[in-house]
């Protein structure tokens, strides 16, 4: 599927000398630039892909690939983050899940960028247990399914959460915050999207007409 | 544009700029084209670009070991740019021309002051920078925003055409964007491809910045010398009085060092040319040079603004489609009011946004706020796909008039990494501004309303300013070295000349005696055009 994208993105790209014939070197040059991003990156997610495979439920991988150390989180931390990014972005039908995107990679990397961000994200994570230990005696990666739940459904709406909820529901926020920017600039998230734009058009025009009538405009 | 100009004229010149090299036609510095997971920062913002890694501008807000100082109680943002082409890399490109009421307003309310010149004297230049540089629009013939000299407007995006139905139906006068980006070849330059990150620097130069489209052809004469990181000093002056070059500290060595020149010419933007010339000081001119008036500082204002966005249910599930356009709105809303009817003076013009932008860092954040108010799990990656794209905001930037108690001076202790004495800013709104900010808050919140939509910030209130933007937030600081027709009364003449200097120009915003509905750049382009017009005749004449 990445790879299908990468090539159209490329078709599209190469395809535009033609229409923009004016001046054909610089758009050569825009082209030429971002079909190395494109390579380099490509290559780069791959990386990413070998040492993010799913956690959980997955069947043995046949070449176990190097597993991606973070740099930020401790290791329970870590199992933590990767259950819970998935909780707030799942795979469905349309697309994979917030592990499958990568996310917790990116996450590990703004921290590193942030101090401010990592003592959010160390106290944020330390409430979710403390409360599951309160609630149910262990902490949210022991917890099942149902009580990680019950807990989520506790702090993921702050206009009915309960009041001595409230760190938890602000970090929670801000963390699925934090889960769908790094999961909609993936590669995963903007095929999900269908965003269709960042690359040259020969010809602005305008509106889709289909576009318009979909929303009686 | 005054080192353009003059190289064209024949002249040698000398460029200091405080910061790097900047090309955006190379690679190594534009990051156009690039998707979000071209890095690990997603597009988030770093310490020298606040505005996202990939925005073509190094500076910012806060600048390590150039600081400033603000008296208690003051608001205010500095925003600078260290690079080549400085903050014409940070921009909009919303490119206005001032009306004819512009230039007269104290003769018109009574507020503020008159400029030294008229809309006729300066039109000629407005004209001669729409060819040079390019400039998208439409005729409308309007009285106070004057039609220029246009490229095609692109056609508005889907949520532009409601927002423009919209206002038809609400009197508002709503037209198509009028944005330095080129539609057709210019001078060399390919037109706009429509991948609609201007802000990350333009490899095919479509759009306007300084350093590719005026610096790139002065250094192509062969009669420019660029000088990188050379953070200016003073400007130096002999026993007459008379200026003869700068002093700078070049930021590689630390070195002192100097460039003599027959005339010179400030453009560092209105406060650093302001700074710059309050550190001028010699026995002659013992409070800074062209400040025989003591205005030095004075009169700043920047433009004012606010910001509301609304929820509009009949966008949502909008059908995907490329809706990039250029790096801005294609359509704008220019001051449509009559004061004489209203309890505040000057107007603003609202900005639109919205769309199917680049998903990057920051993408949909505060998802909580929509119908279902948060959750989790399938449900809401579904709320993100449908939402996308159905919020529209509006963002009003105004005119701020000329106060007492909005000024810049020395900080008598405060000296930057260089040992150059820093500003201290002193910043106050007027009920002038508070009233307009007020007004452009309840006119957003009936567009959203009138659009079926919903905004969920609740109204500010008088204590929170009605949501005035800090001074300075806008980056549109303007004064603080005026013109003027007395040298009494003004810094420069009205061909922003000191008075009492007459090879000392200055070529930025510190000119300006007033704001406008508009943003400044075009009229900071056609002032230093039409100076540097001056400076020519007036070398061919042998009067400087």
């Keep these: 599927m990445s790879d299908m994208n990468r ?23 825009a082209a030429a630039h971002a079909h190395e991003a494109l390579e380099s990156h490509s290559a780069l997610e791959h990386d990413a ?13 046949p070449a176990a690939p190097r597993p991606y150390a973070p740099k930020q989180f401790t290791t329970d931390e870590w199992r933590l983050v990767r259950l819970l990014v998935n909780y707030v972005i799942p795979r469905d039908a349309r697309s994979g899940s917030a592990t499958d995107a990568g996310v917790p990679e990116f996450m590990d990397f703004m921290l590193g960028e942030n101090a401010g961000m ?7 994570l330390g409430w979710m247990n403390a409360e599951c230990r309160t609630r149910f005696g262990k902490g949210f990666v022991s917890c099942s399914d149902a009580q990680r739940r019950e807990l989520l459904d506790a702090i993921a709406f702050p206009k009915k959460a309960a009041a001595e909820l409230k760190p938890g529901v602000d970090f929670f926020s801000s963390f699925r915050n934090l889960t769908a920017s790094g999961f909609f600039s993936s590669r995963v998230g903007i095929a999900d999207l269908g965003y269709a734009g960042n690359r040259p058009v020969a010809k602005w025009e305008g509106t889709p007409p289909e576009v318009m009538r979909k929303l009686g405009l | 544009m005054a080192a353009h100009q003059l190289t064209k004229a024949g002249a040698k010149v000398v460029l200091l700029e405080a910061g790097g090299y900047w090309d955006n036609s190379s690679a190594q ?26 925005d073509a501008c190094i500076g910012g807000w806060q600048i390590p070991g150039e600081p400033y100082t603000k008296a208690e109680g003051t608001k205010f943002d500095w925003w600078r740019g260290r690079m080549l082409g400085g903050r014409t890399n940070h921009w909009g490109r919303i490119s206005l021309r001032f009306g004819p009421d512009d230039f007269r307003r104290k003769t018109l309310d009574g507020l503020g002051d008159d400029w030294p010149i008229t809309y006729d004297d300066i039109k000629p230049y407005y004209d001669e920078v729409d060819k040079l540089i390019g400039i998208f629009g439409s005729r409308e013939n309007l009285p106070n925003d004057p039609d220029g000299i246009f490229h095609d407007a692109p056609a508005p995006r889907y949520y532009e055409h409601l927002v423009k139905r919209t206002s038809d139906r609400m009197n508002i006068t709503c037209i198509p964007a009028r944005l330095s980006i080129i539609t057709k070849p210019l001078n060399g330059r390919a037109p706009c491809h429509y991948c609609g990150q201007c802000n990350r ?52 060595t630390g070195e002192d060092r100097e460039v003599r020149a027959k005339i010179v010419v400030l453009a560092a933007s209105a406060l650093e040319s302001s700074r710059i010339l309050m550190n001028s000081k010699s026995s002659r001119h013992p409070n800074g040079l062209a400040n025989a008036s003591g205005v030095l500082g004075k009169y700043i204002t920047d433009t004012t603004g606010t910001d509301v966005a609304g929820f509009i249910p009949s966008l949502v599930d909008v059908p ?17 009011l009559d004061n004489k009817k209203l309890d505040f003076p000057r107007g603003y013009h609202i900005e639109v946004w919205g769309g ?14 929509y119908p279902e108010g948060g959750g989790y799990g399938a449900g809401l990656k579904q709320q993100y796909r449908k939402y996308w794209g159905a919020t529209v905001g509006f963002s009003g930037r105004g005119e701020m008039i ?5 000024f810049a001076e020395l900080d008598p202790q405060v000296k930057d990494r260089f040992g150059i004495p820093v500003l201290k800013f002193h910043w106050e709104w007027a009920d002038h501004e508070l009233k307009q900010v007020k007004h452009m808050q309840e006119t957003f919140r009936s567009i959203v309303a009138e659009m079926g939509g919903e905004v969920w910030s609740a109204m500010p209130t008088r204590e929170q300013g009605y949501g005035i933007a800090n001074g300075g937030a806008i980056i549109h600081e303007l004064g603080g070295a005026r013109m003027g027709t007395s040298e009494r009364d003004s810094a420069l003449n009205k061909n922003c000349q000191a008075w009492d200097c007459d090879n000392l120009f200055v070529a930025d915003g510190a000119p300006f005696v007033s704001q406008a509905d508009k943003n400044p750049t075009w009229t900071i382009l056609a002032l230093s055009m039409r100076a540097s017009a001056y400076i020519t005749q007036q070398r061919k004449a042998g009067a400087l």
């Excluded at chain 1, 892909?49 to 991988?61: D, I, S, V």
Aim: aromatic letters at 8%; proline letters at 8%; one cysteine or more.
């Design chain 1, 118 to 124: 990592r003592t959010w994200m160390k106290n944020g």
């Design chain 2, 320 to 336: 995907r489609h490329n809706a990039d356009g250029v790096g801005g709105g294609h359509i704008f809303m220019p001051w449509w």
């Design chain 2, 29 to 54: 510095y534009s990051a156009m084209l690039k998707m979000p997971y071209d890095s690990p920062r997603r597009g988030a913002s770093t310490p020298d670009r606040p505005f996202g890694e990939w």
């Design chain 1, 49 to 61: 892909h070998e040492q993010g495979a799913p956690a959980q439920g997955a069947a043995a991988q």
């Design chain 1, 7 to 29: 090539r159209e993105a490329l078709q599209n790209l190469l395809a535009i000398p033609a229409g923009l014939a004016l001046a054909p070197e610089a758009i050569e040059r």
């Design chain 2, 356 to 369: 199917l932008g680049m998903p990057s860092y920051g993408f949909m954040g505060g998802i909580q706020s």
């Design chain 2, 201 to 252: 620097g333009c490899m095919t130069n479509s759009n306007f910045s300084s350093g590719n489209v005026l610096v790139m052809p002065a250094l192509r004469t062969g009669r420019l010398t660029l000088l990188t990181d050379a953070m200016v000093r003073e400007v130096m002056t002999g026993p007459d009085g008379r200026a003869t070059g700068v002093a700078y500290i070049d930021k590689k």
């Design chain 2, 402 to 406: 000329p106060n007492d108690k909005s």
